[in-house]
């Protein structure tokens, strides 16, 4: 039981880095797109075009981070599984070899 628990704490914390660096890069995406427009057109409010293209983009962009963090923690979890394995294998291997 407590190691579901822990694997749900994990689990949702790593969720929860994910949406939120989601939404930080997300809006530094969409952010620069609106700051490189003001800065060559000097005109405020930004045409449709640069609206939809900074909005596509932080979508975008938050979408990469979010994959990129759960891969990152998926892959973490995968060498810290295998590495317990091979500990434990290890210990088998040395305790059959001295009895």
Known sequence: ???IIHLLKVA???LFKAFGLAI?????AAGAVLGYDYQFRHHWPPETSFAILAGILGVLVGYASATTVLLRAVSKTLFGAAKAVEKEAEKVV?????G
């Open 12 to 14: 949702i914390g790593d």
């Open 24 to 28: 930080v890069y997300g809006a530094l």
């Open 1 to 3: 039981m407590k190691i």
């Open 94 to 98: 040395t305790e059959a070899t001295k």
